[in-house]
């Protein structure tokens, strides 16, 4: 059983640029989540997915970011017009949802995002 | 708000028991989780609770008091490798929310020897 992938690990961009990740999260997992984890914080909340929609989002989520999970399987979290505020970590985080049970996320080791 | 607040560093010795609090407003609760974090890596799940009391796994415990909003992360016979950041989070349920946790700052915890 592998874990959560997320890829690039690291993508370094200019001020403008699109840039887009990739996360494949556990196989089975149906919910899927995206945060934003600056240095010296915890991950913030981005957005969710349950299979192939999108449940909620966080109003840290502007325009200028996207995320689409099409087939219930990967996702991928796309940023246009890249500001220097935009540098982070970008964390994706799968669980199974069963009703009652924890809900545990487990999480990727993340795609560092610098941008200059 | 649903403010977590977890001390910024810790330090300890090896072999010793370190103690790291969380709070937490208690509006809306739905489980508090702990996970840690080296440098540059993914955050690793530690522990879940959802009722009072204590649950134990191995040398990392982790309680709970729902009235009170709080939460401990105990770590028993310290090894260096458990130098990491500590990471309190706490899911809430709302109108709109789905699972998404909410997370403290986090603990830096130093081991010494």
């Known amino acids: 059983d592998t874990g959560v992938s997320q890829d690039p690990r690291h993508k370094i961009t200019k001020r403008g640029q699109n840039v887009t990740f990739r996360c494949d999260p556990i196989?089975?997992?149906?919910?899927l989540y995206w945060y934003r984890q600056t240095l010296g914080q915890g991950p913030e909340f981005l957005t969710y997915f349950q299979n192939e929609a999108q449940l909620e989002k966080s109003r840290l989520l502007s325009d200028r970011f996207s995320a689409e999970r099409p087939k219930g399987s990967f996702s991928t979290l796309e940023i246009q017009r890249t500001e220097q505020g935009d540098s982070a970590m970008y964390l994706c985080a799968s669980s199974l949802d069963r009703g009652r049970v924890k809900n545990i996320q487990y999480f990727g080791a993340g795609t560092r995002l610098s941008v200059l | 708000g649903q403010n977590i607040d977890q001390p910024t560093e810790m330090t300890a010795t090896e072999g010793a028991i370190v103690q790291i609090n969380c709070t937490y407003q208690t509006s809306g609760f739905n489980g508090l989780f702990w996970y840690q974090q080296h440098a540059g890596e993914a955050p690793t799940f530690l522990s879940y609770?959802?009722?009072?009391g204590l649950e134990e796994k191995g040398r990392f415990s982790s309680f709970l008091s729902r009235s009170k909003g709080y939460s401990y992360l105990l770590l028993k016979e310290l090894q260096m490798k458990d130098s990491a950041s500590y990471l309190c989070?706490?899911?809430?349920?709302?109108?709109?929310?789905?699972?998404?946790?909410?997370f403290g700052k986090g603990t830096s915890l130093l081991v010494t020897p």
């Open positions: 609770n959802v009722l009072d």
């Open positions: 196989s089975e997992h149906n919910r």
């Open positions: 989070a706490v899911r809430f349920v709302s109108s709109n929310s789905g699972y998404a946790l909410n």
